[in-house]
């Protein structure tokens, strides 16, 4: 067994996500001992084995574009019984970074799936960020633009688990003001910037004061926004769910849009927020 690991494992190796310290021993030894070392950035991978004192390593790069295309290569070495590691930027391989595909195929295929556990942004800013750890959701970047960007703010404004995003930093002035707009300004929030570097900082108040302080759209540094989970409130009756689809419907959104727009404003499931919408159409139809 090559590093702890049987022939023909698959093992995502988490590295630093800033604190090049934070590397452990049993990743440097998986990255080592590993016939090909599938990366997002042959460069900063480089940086990071020769930080470890590993060379000669075998690397291809699987990012968000190649990720599908290393497949075959990395089925040929398991097949051959070699061990093959997984390693991204920064953080855990599949959290909001490659890994996910080649995991799938590599069960696929019937080879094991192994992982070396450590750092991972999300659990760092979660648990420093003082809201509610018992209980979260991380829900990754939000979509840029479109139907889709709505519906999933939405989603995160009924949310009552702690929420957990990524954002790039010439995007986040966007975000904020967004969600504070469809959480409400008083929502709290953390957010959490460079982790682990020389320069982290970590800001904690609500929305409404994140989406207007200066510097909001932060130059430099990845960002994670930690949102504390919507209050309780009381469950919206037939009447109340009718109501509110007819008048969807007679603001001119479609069915599709009016459901999101119920499910994401009274909190109920989009089943039942599409169902009252259907009713209120054939109740208006000639």
Known sequence: MSGGFAPGTLVLVATPIGNLDDLSPRSIASMRDADLICCEDTRRTGRLLQHAGITGARLAVANVHTERDCIDRMLAVLGDGGIVAVVTDAGTPGISDPGEVLVRAAIEAGHEVAAVPGPAAVVVALVTSGLPTERFVFDGFLPRSGRERGERIGEVAVERRTT?????????????????????????????????????????????????????DAPIGEHVIVIGGAPDAPVPDADAIAAAAATALAAGLTPRDAASSLAASLGIGRRVAYDAVLDARKRTSP
């Open 164 to 216: 957990v995003l990524y954002e790039a930093p010439h995007r986040m002035g966007r975000t904020l003001a967004d969600l504070a707009e469809a959480c409400g300004s008083d929502r709290p929030v953390a957010i959490a910037r460079e982790l682990t570097k020389l320069h982290e900082t970590t800001w904690r108040g609500t929305l409404g004061e994140a989406a207007g302080r200066p510097g909001a």
